[in-house]
C-alpha cells in the first residue's frame, strides 16, 4: 500500500500546480499528455521494451480515454471552484468505487458500509455548502468534479486486473491522450512562468505517480485503494489554505472531518 500512498501524496499537489500554470484546462491536459507520453516513450526506447497489442491494450485503451477525461474535467473543476471544493467533491470517487465494487461483487455488501458511505456523503455535502452554489461556476465546477470522480472509478476497476509492463500502460494511456486534447488544444505558448509547472505535472504527477498507483492497486483491495484515496484531498485542503488562502468555517471543518472518519471506520470494517 506504500505504493498509492506516496502516489495520493503526489496527486494532492496537483491542484496548487494547476492554478499556478495559469493554463486552460484542454492545454493543461494536453501538454500534461504530451509531456509524460514523450519522457515514457524514451525510456521505453532506450530499455528495448516492446508493446503488443492484445486484448489487455484493448481495455488499457478504453481506460486511457476515460483517465484524460477525468484530468480535463478536475482542471476545470479547479478552475472554477476552488482546490479544496473540488477536491471534496472529486473524493466521493472511493464512494462510487465501493458503490461500483458492491454492484460488480468485488466486495461485500454490508448495511455498515452503505451508513458510513452516506456519512461520507454528508461530510462531502457540508464542505460545499448548498449556498455556495450561488456563487457563480460553482455548481458546474463541483458538476465537473462528480463526473471526473466517475470516471476516475471506471479507471481503477478497469485497471485493477491487467497484467502487462506499467510503463507501456502508461505511454498508451498518454499517447491515447496526446492525440485526443491535440484538436481542441489552442498550441499558445504559455508564459515561462508556466513551464516549470507543466514540467512538473507532466513527470511528476503523471508517469511517476501512474506508477505508483498502478503498481499499487494490483495489491491492494477496492476498499484499501479506496480509504487511502482520501489523502489526496488531505494534501489538497492543507495546500489550499497554506497557498490559496482558502477559509474554512466550522460547518466545512466538520465535513471534512466527518468524510475522513467514515472512511477510517470503512478500513477497519475491512481489516477484521
Given at each position: 500500500?506504500?505504493?498509492?500512498?506516496?502516489?495520493?501524496?503526489?496527486?494532492?499537489?496537483?491542484?496548487?500546480?494547476?492554478?499556478?500554470?495559469?493554463?486552460?484546462?484542454?492545454?493543461?491536459?494536453?501538454?500534461?499528455?504530451?509531456?509524460?507520453?514523450?519522457?515514457?516513450?524514451?525510456?521505453?526506447?532506450?530499455?528495448?521494451?516492446?508493446?503488443?497489442?492484445?486484448?489487455?491494450?484493448?481495455?488499457?485503451?478504453?481506460?486511457?480515454?476515460?483517465?484524460?477525461?477525468?484530468?480535463?474535467?478536475?482542471?476545470?473543476?479547479?478552475?472554477?471552484?476552488?482546490?479544496?471544493?473540488?477536491?471534496?467533491?472529486?473524493?466521493?470517487?472511493?464512494?462510487?468505487l465501493l458503490l461500483l465494487g458492491f454492484m460488480?461483487?468485488?466486495?461485500?455488501?454490508?448495511?455498515?458500509?452503505?451508513?458510513?458511505?452516506?456519512?461520507?456523503?454528508?461530510?462531502?455535502?457540508?464542505?460545499?455548502?448548498?449556498?455556495?452554489?450561488?456563487?457563480?461556476?460553482?455548481?458546474?465546477?463541483?458538476?465537473?468534479?462528480?463526473?471526473?470522480?466517475?470516471?476516475?472509478?471506471?479507471?481503477?476497476?478497469?485497471?485493477?486486473?491487467?497484467?502487462?509492463?506499467?510503463?507501456?500502460i502508461i505511454f498508451i494511456q498518454l499517447l491515447?491522450?496526446?492525440?485526443?486534447?491535440?484538436?481542441?488544444?489552442?498550441?499558445?505558448?504559455?508564459?515561462?512562468?508556466?513551464?516549470?509547472?507543466?514540467?512538473?505535472?507532466?513527470?511528476?504527477?503523471?508517469?511517476?505517480?501512474?506508477?505508483?498507483?498502478?503498481?499499487?492497486?494490483?495489491?491492494?483491495?477496492?476498499?484499501?485503494?479506496?480509504?487511502?484515496?482520501?489523502?489526496?484531498?488531505?494534501?489538497?485542503?492543507?495546500?489550499?489554505?497554506?497557498?490559496?488562502?482558502?477559509?474554512?468555517?466550522?460547518?466545512?471543518?466538520?465535513?471534512?472531518?466527518?468524510?475522513?472518519?467514515?472512511?477510517?471506520?470503512?478500513?477497519?470494517?475491512?481489516?477484521?
Amino acid at each position: 500500500m506504500l505504493e498509492i500512498t506516496a502516489s495520493m501524496l503526489i496527486w494532492g499537489t496537483l491542484g496548487m500546480f494547476v492554478l499556478w500554470s495559469k493554463v486552460s484546462a484542454i492545454d493543461l491536459t494536453f501538454f500534461r499528455c504530451l509531456i509524460g507520453a514523450l519522457s515514457i516513450g524514451l525510456y521505453l526506447l532506450k530499455s528495448g521494451r516492446r508493446i503488443s497489442f492484445n486484448r489487455s491494450t484493448l481495455i488499457i485503451s478504453l481506460a486511457g480515454i476515460f483517465a484524460v477525461a477525468n484530468w480535463l474535467f478536475l482542471f476545470k473543476s479547479f478552475q472554477l471552484a476552488s482546490i479544496t471544493i473540488g477536491n471534496m467533491a472529486y473524493y466521493l470517487q472511493p464512494i462510487i468505487l465501493l458503490l461500483l465494487g458492491f454492484m460488480c461483487k468485488f466486495e461485500r455488501f454490508s448495511w455498515r458500509k452503505v451508513i458510513l458511505i452516506l456519512l461520507a456523503c454528508l461530510g462531502v455535502a457540508l464542505t460545499i455548502r448548498l449556498d455556495s452554489f450561488a456563487v457563480p461556476n460553482m455548481l458546474l465546477g463541483v458538476s465537473c468534479a462528480l463526473f471526473a470522480a466517475i470516471l476516475y472509478s471506471l479507471v481503477t476497476l478497469m485497471m485493477r486486473n491487467i497484467h502487462a509492463d506499467i510503463f507501456v500502460i502508461i505511454f498508451i494511456q498518454l499517447l491515447i491522450g496526446t492525440l485526443m486534447t491535440a484538436p481542441l488544444a489552442s498550441f499558445s505558448v504559455p508564459a515561462p512562468s508556466s513551464w516549470w509547472c507543466l514540467l512538473i505535472i507532466g513527470l511528476v504527477h503523471t508517469p511517476l505517480a501512474y506508477f505508483l498507483y498502478y503498481r499499487g492497486i494490483k495489491k491492494a483491495s477496492v476498499t484499501q485503494i479506496a480509504v487511502l484515496s482520501y489523502l489526496d484531498p488531505i494534501v489538497a485542503i492543507i495546500s489550499d489554505i497554506m497557498f490559496f488562502n482558502q477559509h474554512l468555517n466550522g460547518v466545512q471543518l466538520f465535513g471534512i472531518s466527518l468524510t475522513f472518519l467514515a472512511g477510517f471506520m470503512l478500513i477497519r470494517l475491512k481489516l477484521r
